[in-house]
């Protein structure tokens, strides 16, 4: 199994205070996403990582940001949380962002954490 | 991206073989069919890949249709362990560094012993 863990792994918090998640990996790979995941929704990318301060967003990125300062930490900020961003938060890494042709796996598979369950109250 | 269809559950018995389908006919000729599934409580994980010819792994196989608009996840003897969500999503390796995953509803596999 890849090396990743999120911590923490649940949390509960109040509308308005400020959330941290981390994501941390020791597989040396460069690209690094954050996930959410909601009934109804599968899995959105919120931001992704590729390379030591090198982030962008993905397609639910308000009320988020990220930072990586290090190759294997990654860091989801709420600002200011809110009831909606109630949900399960997956990070993943990969190797590579392309296709490859390596013919066990894609250099492009993404690993995925165990998880974190945040809920906003 | 190109869509993928897929039915929302299945079930199967212990130790029985699964197919389960997928179906993208807007799929472009560069673009890989990936399988991932994800267990009860758990991230996603890899199951398989494959472009155009039938693929095995440990885990299980891929049949791809001739014409590429369709193919099949085949877990050759269901364990109660298998039992999860299954995803279908394709992948173009023209795509940028923010290549995500495109996570459908996938299919909901449920296992009876």
């Known amino acids: 199994d890849a090396g990743i863990t999120q911590s923490p792994r649940h949390k509960v918090t109040e509308t308005g205070t400020p959330v941290t998640l981390r994501c941390h990996q020791t597989e040396n790979h460069r690209y690094m996403y954050w996930y959410r995941q909601d009934p109804g929704h599968g899995l959105r990318l919120i931001h992704y990582?590729?390379?030591?301060?090198?982030?962008d967003k993905g397609e639910v990125s308000d009320g988020y940001s990220v930072s990586r300062s290090k190759t294997e930490d990654f860091l989801l900020t709420l600002e200011s949380a809110t009831s909606s961003q109630t949900s399960v938060y997956f990070c993943?890494?990969?190797?590579?962002?392309?296709?490859?042709?390596?013919?066990?796996?894609?250099?492009?598979?993404?690993?995925f954490g165990p998880g974190t369950r945040l809920t906003v109250l | 991206d190109a869509k993928t269809t897929q039915p929302n559950s299945m079930e199967s018995n212990e130790e029985e073989p699964v197919h389960l389908p997928c179906n993208h006919s807007t799929i472009s000729g560069t673009d890989y069919i990936h399988w991932y599934r994800q267990l009860p409580s758990q991230g996603p994980e890899y199951v398989i890949h494959?472009?155009?010819s039938n693929v095995n792994n440990r885990m299980a196989s891929l049949a791809i249709a001739e014409d590429r608009k369709s193919s099949t996840l085949i877990l050759h003897r269901a364990t109660l362990r298998d039992a999860a969500v299954y995803y279908c999503i394709l992948r173009s390796p023209d795509a940028g560094a923010g290549n995500m995953l495109t996570f459908g509803g996938g299919t909901r596999l449920m296992v009876k012993p």
């Open positions: 494959g472009l155009t």
């Open positions: 993943a890494i990969s190797e590579s962002w392309t296709g490859g042709l390596t013919p066990t796996r894609p250099a492009d598979t993404q690993y």
């Open positions: 990582s590729y390379g030591v301060k090198d982030t």
